[in-house]
């Protein structure tokens, strides 16, 4: 019974910081998964190409990022950015986030480009279109259709990757928990009270990313027919 009575109090005092900070949450993590989207894409691309020093540069920036801890990461690039320029907290978090999940995506983006037949990339080419061009319309949007689901996973990874910045000051929502159990030194309830916080984005954006596969029809193959 005290226990249900904590959390109670816990969200009766805390109730708006949590709020606010699950906004600010929302807003690191969309802003990093945008960042890692990019630089997935730029580097499938680079891990693709026929330049071996591309591809040597790709499969470093890989290999250093699953090498080292995400906290490590974070710490390095902000106080690396901060010798050259000066950022907020909130603007290196992100960067440090989109910089960490990029390798994952790349790879999710290498592995479904390379799992479109090159029957249809040979085909288009044979009917005179540029290879750029065939990418982008006919295997990029096929390998997009495949990596949903893969995507969804790593962007709800990079969700809850985003509370490892409360350690670079970003006031989100493990952040705001560390505050608030200063104060009420109920560190179990509090820490119980922002893991369902923690939960409820997750099952939200699940739903999001459910919807979305059944939008694209992932679960369905189609053909494309090069004209």
Do not use: C
């Not at 080419?125 to 319309?137: E, I, K, N, W």
């Not at 689901?149 to 705001?176: C, H, M, R, W």
């Not at 560190?187 to 409820?200: A, H, K, N, Q």
Request: hydrophobic share 50%.
């Amino acid at each position: 019974m005290e226990f249900f009575t904590n959390i109670l109090s816990i969200f009766q005092e805390h109730g708006t910081a949590f709020l606010e900070a699950t906004w600010l949450t929302v807003s690191i993590t969309a802003v990093s998964l945008l960042i890692a989207t990019l630089i997935g894409v730029v580097v499938a691309g680079l891990k693709l190409s026929s330049i071996k020093l591309l591809n040597l540069i790709a499969d470093l920036y890989i290999g250093i990022i699953r090498g080292t801890p995400l906290i490590v990461q974070i710490m390095f690039l902000y106080y690396g950015i901060a010798n050259f320029i000066m950022l907020d907290s909130f603007t290196a978090g992100a960067i440090a986030l989109g910089v960490h999940s990029g390798a994952y995506i790349a790879e999710i983006f290498r592995g479904a480009i390379q799992s479109i037949d090159k029957g249809q990339l040979e085909a288009a080419r044979s009917l005179g279109m540029p290879t750029t061009l065939a990418m982008r319309r006919i295997v990029f949007p096929q390998a997009f259709k495949r990596a949903i689901p893969s995507l969804g996973n790593q962007f709800i990874i990079g969700l809850k990757d985003s509370s490892l910045v409360a350690y670079i000051s970003v006031t989100e929502l493990f952040n705001t928990a560390l505050s608030a159990q200063g104060e009420n030194y109920m560190p179990f309830e509090t820490y119980f009270v922002v893991g369902i916080y923690y939960l409820i984005l997750v099952l939200i954006f699940t739903q999001i990313m459910n919807r979305v596969e059944r939008k694209f029809d992932v679960n369905r193959p189609k053909k494309v027919k090069v004209a």
